[in-house]
């Protein structure tokens, strides 16, 4: 067995028919990283018959006059197999050494435990401990049980199990998401299938959390539309239909009221007092309500974009890549309802599994990514660990004077 540069082609063909897939090991997300500068080349593990038994996407990237790399979710192979592994590994670190790369970094999907929404352990990998160790004795260095996002990439994702009928699984979403996605469904919000025209959308909503640019989704698209492999997906409020609908809301309020009232009137008890604070309360809201839907008709009679994302169709699963929302308008709840109608569209294609995602460890106290780990297991999904980032050093020397000019970087950046 040797490893060696593989085409493009033939890293495709491997990648169609290996048993563990990621959407970041294809040539697709190659081409988008090459896009965004980044050196990019295809390694494989092949045998006397030039079968490839393992392979890998790996980008190179220049920091401060030094070459980096990175295998993004880790290579393609049997990780339970040390010798397999061994090979590769060396095959590997002897190539990006003579290339003077002084090190690469993964976040191989290798699985460590998968929880429930109620934090309950429903299943661990019995080989995990055993790889961790020959990873280890292999020279990888594991820089740490990361909690939120410092890694290279999430080290836990949510994922919803939707190998099931769309009407399973609404019932099984959070009560409280049931309720805002029939609520949100009536107060006018579409969803719509966008092009590559209308990813300003996603960008807009995006350019203060994410370090993506509109350039960088229009890469993604194209390159992934080519095997129609991408879709692009976003909420719009009608509102025309949103003011007929706080009007109606308002009206049939108004009579609840006044039905309390008349009954006040000849029956004078705690409860209907309660009854009653409490019914002035949702008039009040519906007529604030109303003031503002009509100022939202008055100034975009055309409609308002309230939420968007950007899917990855990969093999039995699809993947969230981005999303957003128009914090403006988050009462809505646009974005609840956008997920659901995918899951029930994707579910009924066909797909076993849809990606949300990277959350945060929700284990930890005072987490400061407890809504957004709440958001996603609000659909009923489920939180899989993954080891995190490993670094291999391919270059000693390099990779010394690199980490020895550590402080100077420090002192240029400021």
């Not at 049997?78 to 670190?93: A, I």
């Not at 309360?281 to 968007?308: F, W």
């Not at 993954?386 to 400021?414: V, W």
């Amino acid at each position: 067995m040797h490893v060696r540069e593989l085409t493009a082609l033939e890293f495709d063909n491997f990648t169609k028919n290996y048993n563990v897939h990621s959407l970041y090991q294809t040539v697709e997300y190659a081409n988008v990283m090459k896009e965004q500068k980044f050196g990019i080349v295809f390694l494989g593990l092949v045998d006397e018959n030039n079968n490839i038994l393992a392979a890998s996407l790996i980008l190179i990237q220049k920091l401060f006059g030094f070459k980096y790399a990175y295998a993004p979710r880790g290579f393609l192979i049997d990780y339970s197999n040390f010798k397999l592994v061994e090979t590769f590994t060396k095959g590997v670190k002897k190539y990006l050494g003579k290339k003077d790369v002084i090190a690469i970094k993964m976040n191989p999907l290798i699985i460590k435990t998968i929880y429930d929404n109620k934090n309950k352990v429903i299943a661990t990998n019995s080989y995990y401990d055993a790889i961790f160790e020959d990873l280890k004795k292999l020279g990888f260095y594991h820089l740490g049980y990361n909690n939120y996002f410092e890694a290279f990439k999430p080290r836990f994702e949510a994922v919803i199990d939707i190998n099931a009928p769309y009407y399973i699984l609404f019932n099984d979403l959070k009560k409280e998401f049931k309720t805002k996605i029939r609520s949100v469904d009536q107060k006018g919000v579409k969803i719509y299938r966008g092009t590559i025209n209308e990813l300003s959308y996603l960008s807009i909503q995006t350019e203060k959390k994410y370090p993506r640019d509109l350039k960088y989704f229009q890469d993604v698209y194209l390159n992934f539309d080519q095997k129609k492999n991408v879709e692009f997906y976003y909420s719009k409020l009608d509102t025309e239909t949103y003011l007929k609908t706080i009007q109606n809301d308002l009206v049939k309020q108004e009579l609840v009221t006044t039905k309390i009232n008349s009954e006040i009137s000849t029956k004078n008890s705690e409860k209907l007092l309660n009854r009653k604070l409490q019914a002035d309360k949702v008039l009040a809201y519906y007529k604030n309500q109303l003031v503002l839907a009509t100022q939202l008709l008055k100034d975009h009679p055309e409609g308002i974009i309230t939420s968007a994302c950007l899917i990855i169709k990969n093999h039995d699963e699809v993947y969230l890549l981005m999303d957003g929302y128009d914090p403006q308008y988050k009462f809505l709840s646009s974005k609840h309802l956008l997920i659901w109608k995918l899951m029930e569209k994707y579910s009924k294609e066909g797909f076993n599994k849809f990606n949300l995602g990277g959350m945060s460890n929700y284990a930890l106290k005072n987490n400061k990514y407890k809504q957004l780990n709440e958001f996603k297991f609000g659909f009923n999904a489920k939180a899989v660990e993954y080891i995190g980032d490993l670094e291999l050093i391919t270059n000693q020397a390099l990779y010394f004077i690199y980490r020895n000019s550590a402080p100077i970087r420090g002192i240029l950046k400021k």
